[in-house]
């Protein structure tokens, strides 16, 4: 898994800035339906400058010739199971984009790509990624 390379309470405060968001005690708790048209904001920028997967596709470590869309949505990992907070555990992992479709650009487009936040039943938050396909 691709992480964020940051302190838990970074990303925190940084998601924060960025989405709508709540806290229950010292728990970040997130609303996930929230206006993404802003993927330069500083806060975004911010964190996309630090995931890991973000880097080693700019150093052409990875995935030659793949695409994504911009990350405009919360980080989908490591939530508590049943909850919107992030990791509770006494682990406190960081909060990371670790599910991701890449795809290789030619005769689709991509036309949306978010997370399906109501999906509580794991620790990650599933992503979809809808595209216009050219068939022949």
């Keep these: 898994n691709y992480r964020i390379d940051s302190t838990k309470d970074k990303v925190e405060e940084q998601l924060l ?16 339906h929230v206006d ?31 695409e994504e869309g911009a990350l405009c949505f919360k980080p989908t990992f490591k939530f508590d199971k049943d909850s ?9 992992r960081v909060p990371s984009w670790c599910d991701r479709v890449l795809y290789k650009p030619g005769r689709s487009e991509l036309t949306s790509y978010d997370t399906v936040g109501d999906a509580r039943h794991s620790d990650h938050r599933p992503v979809i990624a809808l595209f216009d396909v050219a068939l022949e």
Aim: aromatic share 10%; no cysteine; glycine share 8%.
């Design 36 to 66: 993404s048209s802003g993927s330069e904001d500083p806060e975004l920028r911010w964190l996309t400058d630090r995931d890991q997967l973000n880097k080693a596709r700019r150093a052409g470590h990875v995935f030659h010739g793949f």
């Design 84 to 92: 919107d907070a992030y990791d509770t555990s006494a682990k406190q």
């Design 17 to 32: 800035r960025r989405f709508q968001v709540r806290r229950k005690g010292s728990v970040l708790a997130t609303e996930f």
